[in-house]
């Protein structure tokens, strides 16, 4: 078996994880199908650095950060804005927010791609920690080694990120007349 | 009575037992609450992302860029190591004198060998161009004109025409790189059909080898293609502005015509 092969055996599997890695960051099919291809490219290039035994699919996440931060800085070199929803944006975290009384039935009221467009209005270092915590349910330990921090980094990320996204989803909810109520998800 | 920290939620979500860690929970409706809040909403989201599936056209085309990437299949299997008899050991000597000439002539007959003069000096394109995708070579990272036209000017003394971002197009930055056993200039950019080398040469288009014109307003261009990267090529005073990259003809032709001054277009 070749390089090629073996790599094909090892990486290709985890194709959909990347492919939804990238359209948490990119959003539009088209933007993920490049950033996912470049992903899979650069990896083959860095083949050898990839320990057999290890976990490919974090091993693959982290080029494909690495890729969407360089993507981000040159943005930012070019000098073109960012469009919005790429905006890294302060969040205020509210530690007092109090639960929903429905959250289940409230949830399952909104369509897939409200909950992903949602997500993709997070700021980046929170929306891709969630995302690998929830979706792809890699472990903090795993998370912290893909974004470059501690583990009480992930932790915090993540809390704060579920946290805007509730904010997030309870603002939309709002809009479409499912909820009423005040800001910060104080809603019942 | 206090209430579960944040840290100690997102403990439970990664699997830690409930009710041996946290006892608390049992006693507080909030805390139990909140907690169902966040396992809704983590689950929701997952089950968002459930349809978002690569599509098998990204499979074929990540397949078939390693295939083209990889090359000649190379084996991951050890190598055997033949045992050399000692009779062949003490010929070494000779046999490394030939391999040296055969490394010195053939070059050589590549580039005043007729049609393969084109063949190796577009094989340099490529490789120039390959070797500015590399990760592992010394690359200036930069994506503003006015700074790659200053690292060109301190690198090899002139300041090629270089494309302005936009319109699809951004830079990437640039390398040092051999031509021909020259140094010369290339510079990387992104664009929406993939990303391209722009190398800056000496050689007029004809000395390269391609014989392949056609005009554009009125300049001429020369277009050529080699192992799957297409090759377009302009004469902007005294260099020759050769485009590579897994792009068509068209939009090599593109980014090279706004590299024109006006009373060049």
New interface residues.
Partial sequence: MNDNETFERIALPHLDAVYRAAMALCGRSGDADDLAQETFLRAFKRFESFQAGTNCKAWLLQILRNIWIDRLRKKNLTGRPLPLEEAIVAEQTNENDTAWSNSEDLLENFSDEHVINALRELPEDQRLTLFLIDVEQLSQNEVAEIMEVATGTVKSRTSRGRAALKRRLASHAREMGMMRGRTNGTFN | MEHLT??Q???I??GESQDVDFPHLNKCR?CR??L???Q???A????????????PA??D???S???A??GP?????PIQRKRINHRIRQLWPAFAAAAAVLIVLVPLSLYFGGPSTARAAHAELVRIHNHNL???HEFYS???PEKLAAYFKDKLGFNPHLPE??HGM???GCCVNHFRGQIVGSYVV?TSQGVMSVVVVTDTPESLGISSQFTKGRQTYWKSSFAKCDMVSVRIGDYTYCAVGEISHEYLTELLSRLLPEDQE
């Fill in positions: 944040e840290e939620f997102e403990n979500m990664q909030d609450n909140r169902a809040e966040k809704a909403i983590a929701r989201l997952r089950s968002a992302f459930d349809s978002v599936k690569a599509g990204l499979a085309r990540i397949r860029r390693l295939t990437t990889a299949a190379r084996t991951s299997q590399s990760p592992d930069e994506a503003e971002p936009g951004a830079l990437r992104d």
